[in-house]
Nanobody, 116 residues
């Protein structure tokens, strides 16, 4: 299984950006998708997750109300819509396909830079 992110870039504070993550290969039928991010000099942190059905989503407090996670199972793709971006959202964003608590498949990461 491979996952590939796309959609990062440079945006001004207050702007919006959308990220995508596509999975290829043999994927589990009931996996969870998640986004994480890592800013320079900081630990990787959880951003958002969405269950297989799409009915349950969780967000970090820092992005709640601004970011929206969604998925299209037919396309094996997950999305992250980021609105009202802040300079502190600047980080490399990673998607993860989670088959179990010990089975994570990570993407290569995509840079998001928010200028003030």
């Amino acid at each position: 299984v491979q996952v590939v992110e796309s959609g990062g870039g440079l945006v001004q504070a207050g702007g919006s950006l959308g990220l995508s993550c596509a999975a290829s290969g043999r994927t589990s039928s009931t996996y969870t998708w998640a986004w994480f991010r890592q800013a320079p000099g900081k630990e990787r942190e959880f951003v958002a997750e969405i269950t297989w059905s799409g009915k349950i989503t969780n967000y970090a407090d820092s992005v709640k109300g601004r970011f929206t996670i969604s998925r299209d199972n037919a396309k094996n793709t997950m999305y992250l819509q980021m609105n009202s971006l802040k300079p502190e959202d600047t980080a490399v964003y990673y998607c993860a396909l989670i088959a179990s608590n010990t089975d994570y498949t990570w993407g290569q990461g995509t840079q998001v830079t928010v200028s003030s």
